[in-house]
């Protein structure tokens, strides 16, 4: 009965502070070693994703006021001081979620790579085939027609082939980027090709 009453009011848009005023629960264990909330760390509210309060006080924030989050089934995210997900479909970087710089952050989803700034609209659309991390020595790198390839044990992966081209910071297109081949698909070529 409990479940229904806090249902009907999340449904009415009643339980949000609520919600964001619940202490740690006891019932959902979040572990501190890692970033990884699980799914009753965190709730649908008016349509939108957000963290239980008790957990955004253990996030660390970054400049722009935002926390690197992964939430299970969601994936990583950027979540703000008051719990609210900001950004969605981070993309990876070290198993953790990819930084920003000048402003941005790398997301993917459905294949699909682009830019997102602070408060999650998307600078650089969803229309690559992949994206490099920011270098600060030729900004942002993405691809056309590239594919991911990967190690035989699935640890190591990059991007191969495809018309790469450089963005700045506000996403547009301003040239041709030249990418090095990664050590790691040279060291596997050459092992392959003994």
């Excluded at 019932?27 to 009753?40: G, N, R």
């Excluded at 008790?54 to 703000?80: E, I, K, M």
Aim: net charge positive; with cysteine.
């Amino acid at each position: 009965m409990k479940n229904l009453a806090f249902a009907v009011l999340l449904a009415l848009g009643l339980a949000a502070p609520v919600f964001a005023q619940s202490a740690a629960r006891s019932d959902c264990p979040v572990d501190p070693e890692i970033i990884a909330l699980p799914a009753c760390a965190f709730a649908q509210v008016h349509g939108r994703l957000r963290v239980d309060a008790a957990q955004v006080a253990a996030l660390s924030f970054n400049r722009q006021g935002l926390a690197a989050a992964y939430l299970t089934g969601v994936g990583w995210t950027y979540v703000d001081r008051h719990g609210w997900v900001v950004v969605r479909d981070v993309a990876i970087l070290d198993n953790g979620a990819s930084p920003f710089h000048h402003g941005l952050v790398r997301v993917t989803r459905g294949g699909k790579w682009g830019l997102a700034d602070a408060r999650g609209r998307l600078v650089a659309p969803l229309r690559y085939d992949g994206m490099l991390e920011y270098d600060p020595r030729t900004g942002w790198a993405a691809c056309e027609g590239c594919r991911i390839e990967s190690d035989k044990s699935g640890e190591h992966s990059w991007f191969a082939g495809g018309r790469w081209l450089r963005l700045n910071a506000q996403g547009k297109r301003i040239g041709a980027a030249q990418v090095p081949v990664p050590a790691t698909a040279a060291s596997e070529r050459a092992r392959l090709a003994r």
